[in-house]
Antibody, heavy 119, light 106 residues
Framework: QVQLQESGPGLVKPSETLSLTCSVSEYAITSGFFWAWIRQSPGKGLEWIGDIDRSGTTYYDPSLNSRVVISVDTSKNQFSLRLTSVTAGDTAVYYC????????????WGPGTLVAVSS | IQMTQSPSSLSASVGDRVIISCRATDDISSYLNWYQQKPGIAPKLLIY???SLRSGVPSRFGGSRSGTNFTLTISTLKPEDFATYYCQQTYTSPWTFGPGTRVESK
């Protein structure tokens, strides 16, 4: 069955760049679907950040658009998130997930990784 | 599109019928998904397209739509169903989630 796993630093300094990678197993990214990043913080709940398809076409939440880049590495079957100029407001649990083309459901999700923004 | 949920929390007993509501601020057709989340664990898909049950999800979970109002029903609450439930619209980007409904043990 498809599994996703997030990895990356758990602590990022303000104004720096948050970088996370999602490794996908038991399913080739090139086979289809969108590949999404979502975050969850106590203050903002669940927030879709953006996603990417197998061709590299990206879709971002407009509120984060200027700071977000999602990329895909098909050779490693991974996709990545970069969020620049972070502030304390970006502290959250970050999840990666597979998103369906038709109805847009997210399934499965990775276990999530907590990223704190602090000096 | 904003999503609201009611109630924000509820207390119920095993065996109860539980109904959770979700409302969209605009038409989203049937592009509405429901997720279950337990503390410290990622959300899990329960229902997609308003009323389609994800494979492997118990049949006591059901979803319905009336216009821009959606309902998640748990017909007979089991101990493992105490959790937080979120709705999500995937009709118009950005895909947005409701604030969640916490189902607690009475």
């Amino acid at each position: 069955q498809v599994q996703l796993q997030e990895s990356g630093p758990g602590l990022v300094k303000p104004s720096e760049t948050l970088s996370l990678t999602c490794s996908v197993s038991e399913y080739a990214i090139t086979s289809g679907f969108f590949w999404a990043w979502i975050r969850q913080s106590p203050g903002k709940g669940l927030e879709w950040i953006g996603d990417i398809d197998r061709s590299g076409t990206t879709y971002y939440d407009p509120s984060l658009n200027s700071r977000v880049v999602i990329s895909v590495d098909t050779s490693k079957n991974q996709f990545s998130l970069r969020l620049t100029s972070v502030t304390a407001g970006d502290t959250a649990v970050y999840y990666c997930a597979r998103r369906a083309h038709d109805w847009g459901w997210l399934d499965p999700w990775g276990p999530g990784t907590l990223v704190a923004v602090s000096s | 599109i904003q999503m609201t949920q009611s109630p924000s929390s509820l207390s119920a007993s095993v065996g109860d019928r539980v109904i959770i509501s979700c409302r969209a601020t605009d038409d989203i057709s049937s592009y509405l998904n429901w997720y279950q989340q337990k503390p410290g664990i990622a959300p899990k898909l329960l229902i997609y397209a308003a009323s389609s049950l994800r494979s492997g999800v118990p049949s006591r979970f059901g979803g319905s739509r009336s216009g821009t109002n959606f309902t998640l029903t748990i017909s007979t609450l089991k101990p493992e169903d105490f959790a937080t439930y979120y709705c999500q619209q995937t009709y118009t980007s950005p895909w947005t989630f409701g604030p969640g409904t916490r189902v607690e043990s009475k």
